[in-house]
């Protein structure tokens, strides 16, 4: 539940910022530009994963935020209980963070992630998923739907009724062009087939009027217009919870027309320019109610978007090469603070198990540096960093076929930790490494490293707020046939 609202209030910002982005730019640059901004809004909603994490995104910054305001709220109102000593049997926390100790989470399970017991029966833990969570998706699955039948239903029909009046009237390029009756105004429908159709009552225009709305009309087919509008429509049936998608859908499609017009006037020449604005005047037609549930890219609207569209035609302008670099400066922060929250994990999270892997490596040269004379020191180092990584994503997907790789198979460490991997992963927790380091190491025998570590961890519950966890621990690391393996692990203070 985290993630997606991190993703929520990332996405609503992305939207808010190609809006300012395009309020500062429009007028100044093409509207060709102008109308490609908006693929940055259909790519975040179409792949809606973290796939790229910044250390400034406003998804992480609030997360964490909320995460410190929600301790401190729980604290000062008192509302922390005691663990009993049965509940500290099979899940300890870190002594070295007293403040947390009096956190108990709605699914009874606590934050220390190495150490509980592994006598509990996996069989008999239930995975807790909130019920209102589930009336919730739902609600969402019937929605989207109803609203995808409708689409689907509503083209179709619009389709066969197409089908059964038109007259073919000729083709430009691959395109066919149609006589219909039934529309308003010249339009491109149809996404595998794409035709531009014409009301029947044009039949009597001149050529010269035919020819421009023709070309209009090809050339929302040159910038895929058919296409995009069959993502508005997928985008608004999968997100139609979302206000400012709305919006994006709306403003996408004023923004298709401006280009288009841009487009048709560089084809039909300067000074064509105004009897095209008047031919779009003359053909200017009401919105109908429902007309967004279509796919077709009507030719002309009444109201503030016709007067926009006028004024933008009858002012020739010549735009600065130059700015299309402070553009893609300010689009690329955009993407940066805005798409590294997601629905999904991250490919980063996924491999690292979401930790700041430079940094530890960092710490952890520095460290085998000043003890140097440690045996196995660095091949050790090597298997606690492996231990992280397998059994963050042993957790996260409920795996724990790996952490034979990492942990002796026939040690009580071993059979801990596969334990704990099954009861976390049924209980819906997630966990991310946020930093994890080695404070020291001491050989025991030349074939046995004791390491401390210093970890904090981002836990992340089914029905709870994520918590941010520190804790110590200390790793027994003994070579077996001549590889470094942990056999042992204990929560030190």
């Known amino acids: 539940m985290g993630s997606f609202l991190e993703w929520m209030l990332e996405s609503s910002l992305l939207i808010l910022l190609i809006f300012g982005i395009r309020k500062i730019f429009m007028g100044k640059i093409r509207y060709t530009a102008i109308y490609a901004l908006w693929f940055v809004v259909l790519v975040r909603f179409l792949v809606p994963v973290n796939f790229v994490a910044t250390p400034f995104s406003v998804g992480n910054l609030v997360s964490d935020k909320m995460s410190t305001w929600s301790k401190e709220h729980r604290i000062s109102q008192g509302t922390e209980t005691l663990i009993s000593e049965e509940e500290t049997q099979t899940s300890t926390l870190p002594k070295s963070e007293p403040e947390f100790q009096n956190v108990v989470s709605e699914e009874k ?8 017991s592994a006598q509990s029966d996996v069989s008999d833990v239930q995975k807790p998923v909130s019920g209102w969570m589930n009336h919730l998706n739902l609600l969402w699955f019937i929605v989207s739907c109803a609203l995808f039948c409708l689409f689907a239903f509503s083209n179709m029909s619009l389709l066969r009724k197409m089908k059964k009046s038109r007259v073919l009237y000729g083709k430009r390029e691959n395109v066919p062009i149609y006589f219909v009756s039934g529309i308003q105004n010249p339009c491109l429908y149809g996404l595998f087939r794409p035709a531009i159709y014409l009301p029947k009552a044009l039949a009597e225009e001149n050529k010269e009027e035919l020819g421009q709305m023709i070309t209009h009309e090809y050339v929302h087919y040159s910038h895929g217009d058919h296409i995009w509008a069959m993502f508005r429509i997928l985008l608004v049936c999968v997100y139609w919870f979302h206000p400012f998608l709305w919006l994006a859908v709306f403003c996408s499609k004023k ?8 487009s048709v006037i560089s084809r039909l020449g300067e000074r064509k320019r105004f009897s095209y604005g008047e031919m779009l005047v003359r053909m200017a037609a009401e919105t109908r109610f429902g007309e967004f549930r279509y796919s077709l890219m009507p030719m002309s609207r009444q109201g503030k978007e016709m007067e926009k569209r006028i004024r933008a035609i009858g002012n020739r302008k010549k735009y600065p090469k130059w700015l299309a670099v402070p553009l ?22 996924q491999k690292s198990g979401g930790y700041d892997t430079q940094k530890f490596q960092t710490e952890s040269e520095s460290m085998i540096f000043g003890m140097s004379k440690i045996v196995g020191a660095e091949t050790c180092e090597k298997a606690f960093q492996r231990y992280i990584e397998v059994f963050t994503e042993a957790v996260n997907t409920g795996d724990g076929s790996k952490l034979s790789q990492v942990l002796d198979r026939d040690s009580e460490v071993y059979q801990q930790q596969y334990a704990l991997v099954k009861n976390y992963y049924k209980r819906g927790i997630r966990e ?23 970890e904090t961890i981002k836990v992340a519950y089914a029905t709870a707020p994520e918590k941010l966890i520190r804790q110590n621990y200390r790793y027994t690391c003994e070579k077996i046939n001549n590889s470094w393996i942990i056999t042992k692990m204990e929560e030190i203070e």
Not at 328 to 349: D, N, Q, Y
Not at 434 to 454: A, G, L
């Open 432 to 454: 991310r490494v946020m930093s994890c380091s080695v404070t020291s190491m001491k050989n025991v025998t030349p074939e046995m490293v004791e390491m401390d570590s210093n």
């Open 255 to 262: 923004d298709a027309e401006l280009a288009c017009d841009e």
């Open 328 to 349: 893609v400066i300010v689009v690329a922060v955009t993407v940066g603070i805005t798409c590294s929250a997601g629905i999904g994990p991250s490919a980063k999270e």
């Open 109 to 116: 399970v606590t934050f220390n992630h190495r150490t509980e």
